[in-house]
T-cell receptor, first 109, second 116 residues
């Protein structure tokens, strides 16, 4: 089951914040976050394994809710280099892995 | 860090021919490799999960006789697109999971296939 991401696309000015959400219809084993630039392979950002977990650093962080069905990626004080398409990847208890629908993020000066 | 290579990076072939794409984990052993296909402006769609020494597990809707996957060693998996057609043109990406148990997937740089 492909997880659903929201929003589909967002445009930010440098320095603004963004939140990208990833939602699954059932409880997950883990959630991964990736950023993909045009024509390139995805780059791993982070993985969350525990319900209620929050991790990352000041600029890019993520959370995983207690029920392990929703995750959010937080981008703070965005930079031009943050532009790209962000995907969550979810793994269920049967070790099935699926990428989310993607969120296109554009940061403008 | 873990490195995964793919070869070739770009291939153009005629309709009806077969194309083989290699995916190698260069500095780690991978019991599991994944093959994805990505059409323009779309998400990565998992095609199959490849486990070393056993048959690949294909996702629903992916023809196993058309997309042959072989995972002969802990560092190499191959995807062969047989009798390719223009609709098979896509970006094919592999990823590998470290045998040591890390949950992270390490992605190859991708292969752009164009079938004319």
């Amino acid at each position: 089951q492909q997880p659903v991401q929201s929003p589909q696309a967002v445009i930010l000015r440098e320095g603004e914040d963004a939140v990208i959400n990833c939602s699954s219809s059932k409880a997950l084993y883990s959630v991964h976050w990736y950023r993909q630039k045009h024509g390139e392979a995805p780059v791993f950002l982070m993985i969350l394994l525990k319900g209620g977990e929050q991790k990352g650093h000041e600029k890019i962080s993520a959370s995983f809710n207690e029920k392990k069905q929703q995750s959010s990626l937080y981008l703070t004080a965005s930079q031009l280099s943050y532009s790209g398409t962000y995907f969550c990847g979810t793994e269920d208890t049967g070790n099935q892995f699926y990428f989310g629908t993607g969120t296109s993020l554009t940061v403008i000066p | 860090g873990a490195v995964v290579s793919q070869h070739p990076s770009r291939v153009i072939c005629k309709s009806g021919t077969s194309v083989k794409i290699e995916c190698r984990s260069l500095d780690f052993q991978a019991t599991t490799m994944f093959w994805y296909r990505q059409f323009p402006k779309q998400s990565l769609m998992l095609m199959a999960t490849s486990n070393e020494g056993s048959k690949a597990t294909y996702e629903q809707g992916v023809e196993k006789d058309k997309f042959l996957i072989n995972h002969a060693s802990l560092t190499l998996s191959t995807l062969t697109v047989t009798s390719a057609h223009p609709e098979d043109s896509s970006f094919y990406i592999c990823s590998a999971r470290d045998i040591q148990g890390s949950y992270e997937q390490y992605f190859g740089p991708g292969t752009r296939l164009t079938v004319t």
